[in-house]
C-alpha cells in the first residue's frame, strides 16, 4: 500500500548509543533476544524503510476494520450512546534511536500508544489533548462514564477518615474528555520489569522531563522533552542537570507510593 522510497528515516542521531545504558548497543549490535524475538536492528536503510511501510499498511487494515465496526454500530442506532475506546498495551521502536520491535526502550515510540475516546453524546468530535494519561486511567474512566462505582471488595462500610486513599490508583479522565479541564495528572510512571535481561525499569514522565531508573544500577536516563522533545540527548551524566534529576528521582518515589495498591483495606486494627 505505501512506497518504501517515499517513507521518512526514523528519529535517531550519530553516536546515540554512547550516552544510552548498555543493552542499547547490545541490541543493535549483537542482536539478543528481547521480550520474545530477536532485536536485530542494524539493517540498512532500504530495509528500514521497508519494514515502516508494511506497518503503514497493517495500521490502514486497523483502521478499515474499527471503520466496519463503527458502520455496525451505526446501523443498530447504538453510536450515540456507545464509549468507544481505542488503545493499544505497547508501540514499536520502528527504528527509533536505532531500535526495532519492543524492549526495555522507554521512548516514545513505546510509551506513546492510541488513547482514542469517542462518544457524541458527550465527547466534542476532533478534540485533541496533550494531558498526560496512563492505562491505569482506564478503568477509573469506563467505570464512572457507566455510572458505576469502583469495586473495592470487602470495605469498611464508611472512611476510616477523610484522608483514606482510593484503592485504585488510575484518575477518570472524564473531565479532560468532556472539556472541563486541561488535564488530571501533571506526571505518569511506566513500569517494566524485563527479568530476562536483569533489568527492572522505572520512568517518570512530567511535562517537560522523562527520567528513567533502572534498578540496582548506575546508568540511566534523563531527557528535556522541552529542549528535546527527540529524546535524542542523555542528560543522566551531565553536571548541570543533577539538581533536577535529583528532584525527578524524588517525585518518582512519591508516584510509585502513591500509586500503589490499597487493596485489599484494612478492616481492623491491632
Not at 550519530?14 to 536492528?41: I, K, M, N, S, Y
Not at 446501523?75 to 521502536?93: C, I, K
Not at 489533548?129 to 496512563?134: F, I, M, P
Amino acid at each position: 500500500m505505501y512506497d518504501p522510497a517515499e517513507v521518512a528515516l526514523p528519529t535517531r542521531g550519530e553516536g546515540e548509543l554512547d550516552d544510552l545504558p548498555p543493552h542499547f548497543r547490545r541490541a543493535f549490535e549483537e542482536g539478543v533476544q528481547l521480550a520474545g524475538r530477536r532485536g536485530a536492528t542494524k539493517i540498512g536503510d532500504e530495509q528500514m524503510r521497508e519494514v515502516i511501510a508494511l506497518t503503514y499498511g497493517m495500521i490502514s487494515l486497523v483502521d478499515k476494520s474499527i471503520g466496519r465496526a463503527m458502520g455496525a454500530l451505526e446501523e443498530a442506532g447504538l453510536r450515540e450512546n456507545t464509549v468507544v475506546v481505542f488503545m493499544s498495551d505497547h508501540g514499536d521502536m520502528m527504528g527509533d534511536h536505532w531500535m526495532l520491535n519492543k524492549g526495555p526502550f522507554h521512548f516514545d515510540g513505546l510509551l506513546k500508544v492510541p488513547f482514542i475516546w469517542s462518544w457524541p453524546k458527550r465527547f466534542a468530535a476532533g478534540a485533541m489533548t496533550k494531558a498526560l494519561a496512563s492505562q491505569l486511567d482506564f478503568a477509573p474512566t469506563i467505570l464512572e462514564l457507566a455510572g458505576l462505582p469502583i469495586p473495592e471488595g470487602t470495605a469498611p462500610r464508611e472512611p476510616e477518615a477523610p484522608q483514606m486513599m482510593s484503592a485504585w490508583p488510575g484518575r477518570s479522565l472524564t473531565p479532560v474528555l468532556e472539556g472541563t479541564r486541561a488535564r488530571v495528572r501533571d506526571a505518569v510512571v511506566v513500569e517494566d520489569d524485563e527479568d530476562y535481561l536483569g533489568l527492572r525499569l522505572r520512568t517518570l514522565v512530567t511535562e517537560t522531563h522523562q527520567l528513567t531508573i533502572y534498578g540496582g544500577q548506575e546508568y540511566g536516563e534523563l531527557f528535556d522533552l522541552c529542549e528535546d522533545p527527540e529524546q535524542l540527548h542523555n542528560l543522566w551524566s551531565s553536571a548541570k542537570h543533577q539538581e533536577v534529576k535529583a528532584e525527578l528521582e524524588r517525585r518518582l518515589l512519591h508516584e510509585l507510593i502513591e500509586s500503589d495498591s490499597a487493596l485489599p483495606r484494612r478492616l481492623s486494627h491491632a
